[in-house]
Each structure stands twice: as C-alpha cells, then as structure tokens.
C-alpha cells in the first residue's frame, strides 16, 4: 500500500480560525496550534525550498530547519508584519545560505555521475510523464532542460526573487518585505533574472 | 530616441508587464507604444510563451517527501519539549496531516468565502492571457465564454484575501477606481471568475481559485473550478481548484474532470491528488467514463501509488482491472 494510504482524515469543514488567534496560542505554549500553523504553510515552504535547491534532500533540511527555528523564536514575533512573511524570510535566508554555500563549493546540486551514468536527483520528483505526441515531449523535454539550466546560473537573489514571483505569486512589495530589502531592488533584480531567461530560452518559444 | 531604440526598450518592460510590477506611468508609455506597433505585440505574445514555458518546470514535492519532512519535524519537536502532554498523539497527529490539500486549510486567511469584499480597482486593460493548459482540453461549459465584458475589457490584476475575511481585488482598467461588496454581489463575482481564467499571473490565479474554492456550492464557482483543473498550466491553480472540488466528486461533471485528469495531466502529485479525491467516499457510484479511465490507468501509469488506487477501486466496484 502507498504511503497515502494510512492518513487522510478530513478536517473539520467551515471551522476558520484565526490565524493571530494561532499564533498567541502558539506562542502560549500550544503544540496543537502550532501544529495547524505548520501544516497551514508547510507545503508552500517545502515547494519553494524544493524549486529553489532543486533537491529532495536539501529541501528537506530547510523544511526542518525553518519550523524549528519558528518554533524556538515564536515568542519574538509581535505581529509587526504577518506570519507568513516572517516564516518566508526565515525559509528564504535558509535557502539562500544554501545557494550561496553551494556557489562556493561549485556544487552541481542535481546531477550526480554513478557508475551507471549521470543521474539526475530530481528524477525522484513527480515529473512530466511521456504522453502524446513524442515530437512534442521532445520539445517540451529541451524547453524544460534550458529553463532549468537558465534557473541554475541566476545569481542566488536573482533566482529567489524569480522564484518567489513567478511561481509563489508574491507581489514585488512584498519580495522586498521577506528579503529585506526594497520593492525596487526586488524589480531590478527580477527584471535581470527575466531578461536572462528571455536570451537564453529566445530560440525556443 | 529612434523607433528601434524605443521598440527595445519597450520590449525590455514585458516581463515586468506581464506581473503586473509597472507603474502607472510606465505601463501608459508600453501601452501606448503597442497600440501602434505590430512587431511588438506580436513580441509581447513571444514573452507570454517564455511565461508559459517556465510555468512547465515548477516542482511540486510529492506526498511521500511532505509526509518524511512532517514526520522528522514531529521527531524533533519531541526532542525540543519531550515532556510536552500532547507528544503521545504527535505520531497519529502528523499521519493525520498528510495532504493539506485535500484536507483543506482551516486558517482563515485561506478562506474568506462569503465574506465582505473590498475591490481596489487599477488602470489598464488587456494585458492578460489565458492561462490554458495548451495540452487539456476546455471543460466549464458557460463559464468557458465568460469574460468582463460588464467592466469594459478591464483585467483583473491582483486578488488577496484580507485579514476580515474580505475579499481585495485589483482591476486593470482605463481609470483606477475602489469598489466594495461580497462574493454574492454580482460584480465582485463575475472578477473573480474572470481573473481565475484569464489572468496572466499563475499566482494570482491560485489566488483566485483558492478564494473561490470557499463558494464551492455555487454552480457557477464548481464549474469554474472544473474549467480551472482541466485547463489551467499551474500545477499550483489545479492543486487548488481540485481542493474546492473534493465534496463534490459524486457529480459526474467532477467525475468526468477527475477522470480526465488522471488520463492526461502531466503532474504526478495533479494525478494523486485527484485519484485520492476519487477514492475518498468508498462505495460512491462510478460513471462508466471513469471506471473506463480507471482501466486505462492501469495499463499507462507510471506510478505505483495511483496505479494501486485504481486497482483498488475497480476492486470494489467489482470491475475488471484491465480494457477487453
């Protein structure tokens, strides 16, 4: 049986709660309730740590991480911006830490060289299946590769800021909230990583 | 500056453009220039593709990855506070989490359905496109022609739901102008589905949806939903109109778009969630359309879990796991 068999006990339909209510009870000492936080915004977290590293095991540890820095520091927050931006910095500047150290290191996240060739890490990762027209999967196929090479030479902020609006929807005010810095600075650096992707995906689309 | 120059420099603000990141001003000067030039339109149609093509490289982590994260954070949460009254149930707790899109959200800035709305309204029309699924087909019915015709071809820019429960959205349109009301009024309505369709921005997209799956008893909102988990190219989008669907995975209109989905949508976690939708009232009718995609699944899908589901559910219909 898949590991989706054992869970699925639907909550409560139409019982809203207060995310401030959450998060002093939380902050009181309920694990009940900062349990529903985590599991109100894990998800959005682990998507963007895995988008971000392009690895299973590195977003993993920044899933960790984040919660548990939340966890710990949860008595500092004072609603001075919202929750999910004060989570989103924390996760951002972990993911960041990583893309940095692995700029340093010139660590190649994804691919690993076995004795059965390359393999690519995220294969383990629900993908495009082979379906229809094979020209087109092809081409899908090639368009996919370039992004993904495209998406690993941005500049770790570059790649944050892209991340953070192109897939996540956030607005650039905001952007500029959880990294720390202006909504301008987060234009400018969104303008350069799109006009990256422009040059290089040009031939394609 | 020479109209190459300026045609260059245009071109440079699409991006931009298409997430809505202009000012005002800044918009004027693209739109104007598009009105009279060919070759930039058909450039700013260019950059929508390259938009389309990165929305195709989004990951969305499996279930299994989310249930190890929820289960190593459980693990560590007890290291942090073992003498905490509630570890004992932790274990169960974290088993029970799994999936939160099918489970539903109940923090309320996720679901401000039937609530006051507040429309902050922008400027500028006609920068949105489609956001279809180039390789779904077009399910919805009505809803499919819908535009915003009543709002003189204005665009909806920005939604976000707001802390009272209310609904904000931002409409481009050829003056800026702030309305208010519920989802029940007429025009906060007729935005919202508008925006779920036709928005550029995936983002504001899934925002939509998410704000509409609060409705999801209203026909119009279902069938929204329904067009939304066939067409739309976000994973994110589809995730979440699938969410608002779950209750009502009886009706065959739902069936048949679950159905669909498990045939040709290209995520796994899309085809997991909906198998789950599917599989979640034991017992419930099949129409024969979907025990016909059932059987199909078992020849052609790759992964284990969704073939399983399948299997399991023709098991308890008492049909055949395989097409004769």
């Known amino acids: ?205 | 500056m020479s109209e190459s120059s300026n045609c260059a420099a245009v071109r440079e603000q699409f991006a931009l453009l298409l997430y809505g990141e202009l000012s005002f001003d800044e918009e004027e000067r693209v739109e104007s220039h598009l009105d009279g030039c060919a070759e930039c339109r058909q450039a700013l149609e260019h950059q929508k593709a390259l938009h389309d093509a990165i929305d195709g490289v989004a990951v969305t982590p499996s279930p299994a990855l989310l249930n190890r994260c929820r289960e190593d954070l459980s693990a560590l949460l007890d290291r942090e506070h073992p003498e905490s009254g509630i570890v004992s149930g932790m274990r169960e707790w974290w088993r029970q989490l799994w999936l939160p899109a099918v489970g539903g959200w109940k923090v309320r800035v996720l679901r401000p359905a039937g609530a006051l709305a507040l429309l902050a309204m922008g400027f500028l029309a006609a920068k949105a496109t489609p956001g279809l699924n180039i390789f779904g087909v077009n399910q919805g019915g009505a809803y499919q022609a819908m535009g915003l015709g009543d709002f003189g071809g204005a665009q909806v820019r920005n939604v976000s739901a707001q802390p009272d429960g209310s609904v904000r959205i931002v409409l481009d349109e050829t003056r800026q102008r702030m309305i208010s009301g519920n989802l029940d009024d007429r025009q906060v309505r007729v935005l919202l589905l508008s925006a779920a369709k036709d928005a550029a921005d995936p983002g504001l997209r899934a925002q939509t949806v998410s704000i509409l799956t609060g409705d999801a008893d209203a026909e119009d909102i279902r069938q929204a939903l329904v067009f939304a988990l066939a067409n739309d190219r976000s994973t994110d989008v589809r995730l979440k109109a699938m969410e608002g669907l779950k209750r009502f995975a009886g009706e065959p209109v739902v069936q048949s778009a679950l159905a669909r989905v498990l045939l040709s949508d290209e995520n796994t976690g899309v085809r997991t969630q909906a198998i789950d939708v599917l599989s979640a009232r034991p017992g419930q009718d099949l129409d024969r359309q979907t025990v016909g995609a059932l059987q199909e699944m078992m020849d052609r899908e790759d992964d284990a879990y969704v073939r399983e589901q399948c299997e399991r559910m023709l098991r308890s219909i008492k049909a055949s796991s395989g097409i004769y």
Not at chain 1, 52 to 78: H, I
Not at chain 1, 138 to 144: C, E, P, V
Not at chain 1, 148 to 177: D, N, S
Request: hydrophobic residues 35%; proline residues 4%.
């Open chain 1, 1 to 205: 049986m898949g590991p989706l068999a054992s869970k699925r006990a639907v909550p409560d339909e139409g019982t809203e709660v207060d995310e401030a209510e959450l998060i002093r009870a939380a902050q009181a000492g309920d694990r009940a309730a900062f349990e529903e936080l985590v599991r109100a915004y894990d998800k959005s977290v682990l998507r963007l740590a895995m988008n971000l590293l392009r690895s299973p095991e590195d977003a993993r540890d920044v899933y960790q991480e984040t919660f548990l820095r939340v966890y710990r520091n949860l008595q500092q927050f004072r609603f001075d911006c919202s929750f999910h931006t004060w989570l989103y910095r924390i996760a951002t500047n972990l993911c960041l830490d990583q893309l940095r150290k692995r700029k340093v290191r010139r660590e190649e996240p994804t691919v690993l060289t076995t004795p059965d060739g390359t393999l690519d890490r995220m294969d383990s990762v629900p993908e495009e299946r082979v379906d229809g027209d094979p020209l087109r999967h092809l081409y899908s196929g090639q368009i996919r590769k370039r992004v993904k090479e495209t998406l690993a030479q941005l500049t770790p902020r570059e790649k944050m800021v892209f991340e953070l609006r192109h897939y996540e929807g956030l607005r650039l005010k905001r952007i500029g909230e959880v990294l720390g810095t202006s909504e301008e600075a987060a234009k400018n650096c969104l303008f350069r990583a799109t006009q990256k992707m422009r040059t290089a995906l040009g031939e394609f689309v």
